[in-house]
């Protein structure tokens, strides 16, 4: 398997990092990671505004050269190299380079690219439905880096620990206030009397590409969708759940701790909002 670092295509295998990295040591950085179906990136403008915003917020010093239709062309390079032009999962995970905590050798961007092929299951609604529950062994902050998908994975790689030890599919995350900001890898929608709501991004869910998505989309198939902070309590009067992200769309939720729900909006959804984005 090849990787793009830095503008480099390597076998993966010679792709190293220094001790000093600030990635390594700190999680200073980002990543977006996208879909490829036939050639083509999915959703590929909100996952560079949100990577250039995200940038912005962690005060990298970006070169000319290093624009979207830079990173874009660096990307189908990989997936040609890599056979994975069919249907692939690609990271593109963007780091400082060395340095201690308060002196960085430079703010320059340094960037690591690696793809994956997937199964055509990952178009596919899930008619088995996701198990989840509610993890209680971190919170997170909800403050202005909480909607980055930051290099600083450690809450979610806990409550993925947590999940896998629970027999869950997925981990639902709170944050300081007791409100739900997202799950391990996606956002939260309930349905409650025919509305879909979702964790506004002041509670700290990831600012999720598929999440900005629906929103906008929703309304145009008759669901009326708002931004609402989520209690634990609320569960339970929700007739549905799905989850969302950029590689898989929509994911049903068939229970969280002992509520199941059914599925009936959220097959529509897929069928009338994601499936099309595959064409």
Known sequence: MFCNL????????????????????????????????????????YHFERLFDSLQLLKFDCPNFFTADYLSRQVQQLIVKNQHEKLARIRLMVFR???????????????????WPLNEISNSFNNNGIVAGIYNGGFKAADAFSNLKSNNYLLYSQAAIYAKQKHWNDALILNHRGTIAD??????????????ITPPLADGPVNGVMRR?????LPAIGFAVSEHSIYPSDIENASEAFLTN??????????????????????????????????
């Not at 799950?183 to 879909?196: P, V």
């Open 6 to 45: 830095n503008g480099k295509i390597i076998n993966e295998s010679n792709a190293t990092v220094s001790a000093n990295n600030r990635s390594f040591r700190y999680g200073d950085g980002c990543f977006e990671t996208m879909k490829m179906v036939k050639g083509k990136l999915l959703l590929e403008n």
């Open 97 to 115: 380079g060395n340095g201690g905590l308060y002196d960085p050798e430079n703010m320059s961007p340094n960037w690591l690219i690696q793809s």
């Open 183 to 196: 799950a391990t890898i996606a956002n939260l929608f309930l349905i409650k009397e025919g509305n879909i």
């Open 213 to 217: 998505f629906l929103i906008e989309r």
């Open 246 to 279: 950029a590689v898989y769309g929509i994911k049903w939720i068939q229970s969280i701790g002992d509520k199941t729900f059914s599925m009936q909006h959220a097959s529509t959804i897929h069928k009338q909002i994601v499936v099309p984005m595959f064409v």
